[in-house]
Nanobody, 113 residues
Framework: VQLQASGGGSVQPGGSLRLSCAAS????????MGWYRQVPGKQRELVAI???????NYADSVKGRFTISGDNAKNTVYLQMNSLEPEDTAVYYC????????WGQGTQVTVSS
Protein backbone atom coordinates (compact mmCIF):
# COMPACT_ATOMS: atom_id res chain seq x y z
CA VAL A 1 0.00 0.00 0.00
CA GLN A 2 1.29 3.44 -0.90
CA LEU A 3 -0.14 6.76 0.20
CA GLN A 4 0.48 9.95 -1.74
CA ALA A 5 -0.38 13.12 0.13
CA SER A 6 -0.59 16.63 -1.26
CA GLY A 7 -2.00 20.06 -0.51
CA GLY A 8 0.07 21.46 2.32
CA GLY A 9 1.40 24.99 2.34
CA SER A 10 1.44 28.30 4.15
CA VAL A 11 -1.61 30.37 4.97
CA GLN A 12 -2.56 33.26 7.21
CA PRO A 13 -4.73 32.73 10.28
CA GLY A 14 -8.34 32.34 9.27
CA GLY A 15 -7.39 30.90 5.91
CA SER A 16 -8.14 27.52 4.38
CA LEU A 17 -6.22 24.61 2.92
CA ARG A 18 -7.27 21.26 1.49
CA LEU A 19 -5.19 18.14 1.88
CA SER A 20 -5.56 15.09 -0.32
CA CYS A 21 -4.28 11.56 0.10
CA ALA A 22 -4.53 8.91 -2.59
CA ALA A 23 -3.98 5.28 -1.70
CA SER A 24 -2.84 2.58 -4.10
CA UNK A 25 -2.32 -1.13 -3.72
CA UNK A 26 -5.23 -1.63 -1.34
CA UNK A 27 -6.76 -5.12 -1.28
CA UNK A 28 -9.17 -4.65 1.60
CA UNK A 29 -12.65 -3.36 0.98
CA UNK A 30 -13.01 -2.03 4.49
CA UNK A 31 -10.46 0.34 5.92
CA UNK A 32 -10.05 3.61 7.75
CA MET A 33 -8.22 6.57 6.31
CA GLY A 34 -7.34 9.72 8.10
CA TRP A 35 -4.91 12.43 9.04
CA TYR A 36 -2.56 12.84 11.95
CA ARG A 37 -0.27 15.73 12.70
CA GLN A 38 2.95 16.24 14.55
CA VAL A 39 4.99 19.18 15.79
CA PRO A 40 8.60 18.89 16.93
CA GLY A 41 8.91 17.50 20.42
CA LYS A 42 5.35 16.22 20.58
CA GLN A 43 3.64 12.96 19.80
CA ARG A 44 1.75 12.48 16.59
CA GLU A 45 -1.93 13.15 17.20
CA LEU A 46 -5.14 12.23 15.44
CA VAL A 47 -6.77 15.01 13.45
CA ALA A 48 -9.61 13.23 11.68
CA ILE A 49 -10.49 9.78 10.39
CA UNK A 50 -13.13 8.34 8.08
CA UNK A 51 -14.18 4.76 7.46
CA UNK A 52 -15.25 3.28 4.14
CA UNK A 53 -18.79 3.38 5.52
CA UNK A 54 -18.48 7.13 5.97
CA UNK A 55 -18.22 7.31 9.74
CA UNK A 56 -16.00 10.12 10.92
CA ASN A 57 -14.14 11.10 14.05
CA TYR A 58 -12.39 14.39 14.80
CA ALA A 59 -10.03 15.74 17.38
CA ASP A 60 -11.83 18.21 19.64
CA SER A 61 -9.45 20.96 18.59
CA VAL A 62 -10.58 20.81 14.94
CA LYS A 63 -14.30 20.08 15.27
CA GLY A 64 -16.35 22.63 13.38
CA ARG A 65 -13.34 23.81 11.37
CA PHE A 66 -12.05 20.72 9.56
CA THR A 67 -14.03 18.32 7.41
CA ILE A 68 -12.82 14.93 6.27
CA SER A 69 -14.36 13.23 3.26
CA GLY A 70 -13.56 10.26 1.11
CA ASP A 71 -14.00 8.94 -2.40
CA ASN A 72 -14.04 5.15 -2.18
CA ALA A 73 -13.88 4.75 -5.95
CA LYS A 74 -10.61 6.68 -6.01
CA ASN A 75 -9.31 5.43 -2.65
CA THR A 76 -8.75 9.06 -1.78
CA VAL A 77 -9.41 11.03 1.36
CA TYR A 78 -9.61 14.78 1.67
CA LEU A 79 -9.22 17.12 4.62
CA GLN A 80 -10.78 20.54 4.19
CA MET A 81 -9.28 22.86 6.79
CA ASN A 82 -11.02 26.17 7.42
CA SER A 83 -10.48 28.90 9.98
CA LEU A 84 -6.91 27.79 10.39
CA GLU A 85 -5.07 28.85 13.51
CA PRO A 86 -1.35 29.10 14.28
CA GLU A 87 -1.82 26.08 16.56
CA ASP A 88 -2.67 24.02 13.48
CA THR A 89 0.89 24.40 12.24
CA ALA A 90 2.37 20.92 11.95
CA VAL A 91 3.44 18.20 9.58
CA TYR A 92 0.31 16.35 8.54
CA TYR A 93 0.49 12.63 7.81
CA CYS A 94 -2.00 10.53 5.90
CA UNK A 95 -2.82 7.20 7.51
CA UNK A 96 -4.59 4.06 6.34
CA UNK A 97 -5.60 1.18 8.60
CA UNK A 98 -6.67 -2.11 7.10
CA UNK A 99 -5.03 -5.38 8.04
CA UNK A 100 -1.89 -3.30 8.53
CA UNK A 101 -1.19 0.35 9.20
CA UNK A 102 0.35 2.55 6.55
CA TRP A 103 1.65 6.11 6.53
CA GLY A 104 2.15 8.60 3.76
CA GLN A 105 4.90 11.16 3.57
CA GLY A 106 4.25 14.21 5.67
CA THR A 107 3.07 17.49 4.26
CA GLN A 108 3.83 20.74 6.04
CA VAL A 109 1.02 23.08 7.03
CA THR A 110 2.10 26.48 8.34
CA VAL A 111 -0.36 29.03 9.68
CA SER A 112 1.29 32.35 10.33
CA SER A 113 0.72 36.05 9.84
Amino acid sequence: VQLQASGGGSVQPGGSLRLSCAASGIRSRAYDMGWYRQVPGKQRELVAIITTRGSTNYADSVKGRFTISGDNAKNTVYLQMNSLEPEDTAVYYCNLRAIGTYWGQGTQVTVSS
